[in-house]
């Protein structure tokens, strides 16, 4: 072989070895990604329940942030019910013979702005009792401002065929 030869080998050598430390490199952060976000969907919804971050108030204030928060789930439940039985009514209208698009996109607005009202409610009293608390018993409660509750995963947009 002459020297011309070998510097094309050469060449086509480390344009290859160049493009396999490329493509190894993506595949590996494409992996790391991809594994960072599937855990992410398998965390669970609280690390603790609302109950047991309760219980871990001073006395003195806990009576008061559970009967506040239970004031306040109140408040909100008529309007979750009523994003379940517009969600249900619209589930029917699909599955019966009439079925009419128009009146069941309604519905399912009418579901999420009622289920957005409640969250609205119970956000707002959160916040507003978070402000009367002292700053290690605001920062024991912060994470019911968590938006992973038992709904946790549900409505993530349209999903990979097959999957």
């Given at each position: 072989?002459?020297?011309?030869?070998?510097?094309?080998?050469?060449?086509?050598?480390?344009?290859?070895?160049?493009?396999a430390v490329v493509a190894g490199a993506?595949?590996?952060?494409?992996?790391?990604?991809?594994?960072?976000?599937?855990?992410?969907?398998?965390?669970?919804?609280?690390?603790?329940?609302?109950?047991?971050?309760?219980?871990?108030?001073?006395?003195?204030?806990?009576?008061?942030?559970?009967?506040?928060?239970?004031?306040?789930?109140?408040?909100?439940?008529?309007?979750?019910?009523?994003?379940?039985?517009?969600?249900?009514?619209?589930?029917?209208?699909?599955?019966?013979?009439?079925?009419?698009?128009?009146?069941?996109?309604?519905?399912?607005?009418?579901?999420?702005?009622?289920?957005?009202?409640?969250?609205?409610?119970?956000?707002?009293?959160?916040?507003?009792?978070?402000?009367?608390?002292?700053?290690?018993?605001?920062?024991?409660?912060?994470?019911?401002?968590t938006r992973r509750g038992r709904g946790?995963?549900?409505?993530?947009?349209?999903?990979?065929?097959?999957?």
């Amino acid at each position: 072989m002459n020297a011309r030869t070998l510097k094309i080998v050469l060449a086509v050598s480390v344009a290859l070895n160049l493009f396999a430390v490329v493509a190894g490199a993506s595949l590996w952060v494409g992996l790391s990604r991809e594994q960072g976000r599937i855990e992410a969907q398998h965390r669970p919804p609280r690390t603790r329940s609302t109950l047991m971050l309760i219980d871990q108030l001073d006395p003195a204030v806990r009576d008061r942030v559970r009967d506040a928060l239970r004031a306040s789930a109140m408040a909100a439940r008529p309007d979750f019910e009523e994003a379940r039985l517009k969600r249900r009514e619209a589930v029917q209208m699909v599955r019966a013979g009439t079925f009419d698009a128009a009146r069941t996109r309604g519905l399912l607005e009418e579901s999420r702005a009622a289920e957005l009202r409640g969250r609205a409610r119970l956000e707002a009293d959160a916040v507003t009792l978070l402000t009367t608390l002292e700053p290690d018993d605001r920062q024991a409660l912060s994470e019911i401002l968590t938006r992973r509750g038992r709904g946790a995963g549900r409505d993530r947009g349209p999903r990979p065929a097959g999957g």
